[in-house]
């Protein structure tokens, strides 16, 4: 893919400001938006992690299969060692891997959550104001795939047979997010990438957390590196873009949000691709959360950096 659509000419072009990354036709591909969770809710989703490492020393896991971004030696440890190390992924209903389209096999919730119930959903609690500001993002910038989504957890108790049954709708009790997956990465050098196993034009969510400087993430596919401080939300078609983030000086956390379209087909037959949003389908002015547009004339070839300033606080 790289070869045949190769990167515009620019070489270690960045940006710190806000942006959007728009093709020739107007579709939206990627959103970076600097400091739109606030130092508050910021406050509130580091104390519950390092709170969620305590009580579950095991749930985050280093080295555990055999994809490459397993590798240990892209972990780091700090000396402060607020947030621990490794991964762990919150699912309340997924398929194992490759097991999707398996006839008569069941999802259920992820390992890590039938594990270690009790403390996740303390945690989902506890950084529920958080999340309902990334799916208050989402319902702007993509209306079709946030009304999608949060109709799948209904979709999925009504018809579809799950095992675990009640341990995953014990997790939908508290679950703020319009997406089924949630991983958090502690601590962890992310390898540039494409999500193979998303939706081609569904946006997926990383936000960033922790106490560090020098967060940069890279974004090769359209030769551009941006700022990734703590609070910043991307929304970005990961299936298309590809994608990484290196180690920090300090110690950092990042929730990365996905879909499995497999879920998806499960529980809605008749699924078909999710669409991007264009330009003129965005509501700037919709109320669920305040947010100031100014844009500015310039381009990266086919694609158009638009500033935007965030309200972040409901």
């Known amino acids: 893919m790289t070869a045949k659509f190769p990167p515009p000419e620019l070489c270690c072009a960045f940006e710190a400001r806000p942006f959007t990354v728009v093709d020739k036709i107007g579709e939206i591909g990627l959103w970076h938006m600097p400091s739109a969770i606030s130092q508050r809710l910021q406050t509130v989703v580091k104390k519950a992690t390092r709170e969620l490492y305590q009580s579950a020393l095991t749930l985050f896991q280093v080295g555990n299969g055999p994809a ?3 590798d240990p030696s892209l972990f780091k440890r700090s000396a402060a060692n607020v947030w621990g190390l490794g991964t762990a992924c919150l699912c309340y209903c997924w398929f194992q891997q490759g097991h999707d389209a398996v006839p008569g096999e069941k999802p259920s919730p992820s ?19 958080a999340m309902c500001i990334m799916a208050a993002v989402l ?13 799948l957890p209904q979709r999925i108790t009504a018809c579809v047979p799950v095992n675990h049954r009640r341990e995953m709708l014990d997790l939908l009790e508290f679950w703020a997010s319009p997406f089924h997956c949630m991983q958090v990465i502690v601590n962890r050098e992310t390898l540039n990438h494409r999500d193979t196993r998303g939706w081609a034009f569904g946006y997926d969510l990383l936000a960033t957390f922790g106490r560090y400087s020098n967060g940069v993430l890279d974004l090769p596919s359209i030769g551009l590196s941006c700022a990734y401080n703590p609070g910043t939300i991307t929304r970005l078609m990961g299936k298309v873009l590809i994608h990484g983030v290196k180690l920090v000086n300090g110690e950092r956390f990042c929730f990365a949000q996905f879909v499995r379209p497999g ?52």
């Open 263 to 314: 879920v998806f087909l499960r529980a809605f037959p008749d699924t078909k691709e999710l669409q991007p949003p264009h330009l003129l389908d965005i509501d700037i002015r919709a109320n669920t959360v305040d947010f100031e547009w100014e844009r500015f004339q310039g381009t990266l070839r086919t694609y158009t950096f638009t500033p935007m300033s965030v309200n972040h606080e409901l």
């Open 111 to 129: 390992s890590s959550c039938l594990k270690h119930l009790q403390a996740i959903l303390k945690y989902l609690d506890d950084i529920t104001p």
């Open 139 to 151: 319902r702007i910038i993509n209306p079709s795939q946030f009304f999608q989504c949060f109709q």
């Open 68 to 70: 490459a971004w397993c």
